[in-house]
């Protein structure tokens, strides 16, 4: 077996190697591999093209193989005169185009900038018409106008700082307050020459000084009307007798102090503060008056019906206008003129018809009322249907209630009964027994001298992105007329000359100002006598020449209580009513 084995593989390998030598397709690896390098194409290191792929310019040279020709330059003309052509056509279309272009673009600027032009004009004429709008809506006067009412707190906002009100030395604070009781408008000289704040601080002291009377420790004199206290605690005055009336005593004894410096023109206003009622002298010239009068406000019917028991007479110039404003146009209140005589009879006669058939009615009702021992219950209703009659009333304890009496016999009348007028003393809660609080600007008899709490700060305030820092100036406590204007001519002078003050008035005293300037419109279309008019107002002491003539002229009144006074460039300004 193994033989055959082996003599079967022997003839296996002779006839491959047989078929080897016959079969014409076989080839070793090497031999093929030299074939595929045979057929690969020859590349060129530089990439140039042959003569078979040169340009148009190179056809008619004879091709060599192997020869490899520079590349063309694209960007050159070539030598050609057509081709030069050519470029110079593309030359001037493409600066034709650019020249378009760039003219183009010039007129779009121009009219961009003719538009600009035109916006910022329209800008310019819409802000000027924007701010004339806005300055058309303030007053402005080289003078601060006088409001009538008491206010309970100023504050004055600069962008200037406070800085020199922050301390005030007690030399400083002796020499403001000496000026003030010797009714001094210059600085006390002083043999050394004193700083300019020093002054200003000085000015500021006696700017927050007012006297008042009574003067109690325990008690806050001012504002007296406040809304009704939780606390219904009564002090212990009302179960001392003797202290209420020696209370009383000494404050009659201010009260008629002050009223005979006013009639002798040498203070020129003050006010009494009640728990109920707020009562403002004014002495005769002031704000163009030719007597001496009086605001009283808020009131009741009655306290007007005790006023003409005692024969005062008085006005209620705010019920006219507030009257005026809601009367029916179309309402016709009996027959005009105009009717025919037929149409007034006919009214007359029925007026009497309807009178008489009233009285009738009267008469029997009264007597079915006696016969049922009713006889009280007729004049109670009769009474009902005169306050329900009486438009006054509607009106109590509101800014309309305000009276305004002049003369000097209604004012002497007015004296007397508030010297005589028990309800002026509250007899229950924490102002029980207490005498109401006088305030004037000038000392009087009994009088307290008292002064303004003053503090300067600074708040910061966000505009944008920016933060502001707005300097402050607080000033709390009864504010009288007076201090207004020396606070704000001080002011003028220290804060560069721009500021603005923000008021919160006391406001029961609120109309005083509206019934001011309400009478004074009265006056202008009423005639007046010449002789009165033109004689000239007193010096008061203890204010500037500037402020009296403030006061004596009536133009320089407000029109509405401030809310808000603004000063710059020499010019105060205030909202339009």
């Known amino acids: 077996m193994a033989v055959f084995f082996f003599s079967r593989v022997i003839l296996i390998l002779t006839s491959a190697m047989v078929g080897e030598r016959q079969s014409p397709g076989w080839r070793k690896p090497s031999d093929v591999m030299k074939i595929r390098k045979k057929k690969k194409p020859r590349k060129s290191s530089s990439g140039a093209p042959s003569i078979n792929q040169s340009s148009g310019d190179c056809r008619g040279s004879p091709q060599r193989p192997g020869i490899v020709l520079k590349r063309r330059n694209p960007f050159g003309c070539g030598g050609g005169v057509a ?43 819409s802000t000027k018409d924007i701010v004339t709008t806005e300055e058309e809506k303030y007053h402005h006067s080289r003078t601060c106008p006088i409001d009538w009412c008491l206010h309970t707190r100023v504050r004055f906002t600069s962008e200037a700082g406070f800085d020199w009100s922050s301390r005030i030395s007690s030399s400083e604070e002796g020499r403001g307050l000496t000026n003030f009781v010797r009714c001094s408008t210059v600085p006390s000289g002083q043999d050394k020459p004193v700083a300019e704040d020093s002054i200003f601080r000085e ?48 404050w009659c004894d ?79 209140i009996g027959c005009t003129q105009e009717e025919p005589t037929n149409q007034e009879s006919s009214c007359k006669e029925e007026a009497e018809i309807t009178d008489g058939g009233g009285d009738d009615d009267e008469s029997d009702a009264a007597s079915w009322l006696g016969s049922i021992g009713l006889d009280n219950f007729l004049e109670i209703s009769n009474h009902k249907v005169q306050l329900q009659a009486d438009t006054s009333a509607k009106q109590d304890n509101r800014p309309q209630s305000v009276l305004f009496v002049e003369g000097l016999g209604n004012i002497q009348a007015l004296h007397n009964f508030i010297l005589n007028y028990k309800n002026i003393v509250a007899t229950v809660g924490l102002q029980a027994g207490i005498p109401p609080t006088l305030l004037a600007p000038l000392a009087f008899h ?5 002064s303004c ?35 704000t001519n001080l002011l003028s002078e220290t804060q560069e000359g721009q500021f603005t003050a923000t008021f919160q008035a006391h406001g029961p005293t609120g109309a005083f100002t509206i019934a001011s300037h309400r009478t004074l419109t009265d006056l202008k279309e009423s005639p007046v006598d010449s002789e009165e008019s033109n004689q000239s107002p007193p010096s008061c002491a203890g204010f500037s020449q500037e402020f009296v003539e403030q006061l004596y002229r009536p133009e320089a009144s407000s029109e509405k209580p401030w809310k808000e006074l603004g000063y710059a460039e020499g010019k105060f300004r205030w909202p339009q009513v």
Request: aromatic residues 8%; hydrophobic residues 35%; proline residues 5%.
């Open 203 to 250: 000015r500021l002291q006696q700017a927050a000084m007012v006297w008042s009377s009574p003067s109690l420790p325990w008690f806050k004199s001012f504002p007296r009307i406040v809304p009704e206290s939780k606390d219904t605690r009564t002090t212990f005055i009302v179960k001392e007798e003797n202290v209420q009336e020696s209370l009383m005593a000494q």
């Open 446 to 450: 009994g009088a307290t001298l008292s």
């Open 83 to 125: 081709v030069a052509r050519r470029i110079s056509d593309d030359c001037q279309t493409e600066l034709k185009k650019k020249q378009d272009e760039t003219f183009e673009d010039k007129n779009v600027d121009d009219e961009e900038q003719t538009e600009v032009v035109q916006a910022e004009e329209n800008v310019t004429s």
């Open 254 to 332: 201010s009260f008629c102090s002050v009223y005979q410096l006013l009639r002798a023109e040498i203070c020129p206003f003050f006010y009494v503060c009640a728990h109920h009622l707020t009562i403002l002298f004014r002495a005769r010239h002031i704000a163009g008056m030719d007597s001496i009068h009086a605001f009283l406000g808020p009131t009741t019917r009655g306290f007007r019906e005790s006023l003409k028991a005692e024969g005062v007479t008085f006005t209620m110039p705010l019920l006219k206008e507030e009257s005026a404003k809601h009367q029916d146009p179309h309402q016709v």
């Open 453 to 487: 709490k003053v503090k300067s700060g600074c708040l910061r305030q966000v505009v944008g992105q920016q933060v502001n820092d707005i300097h402050t100036l607080d000033v709390s406590g009864p504010i009288l007329p007076h201090n207004v204007q020396q606070l």
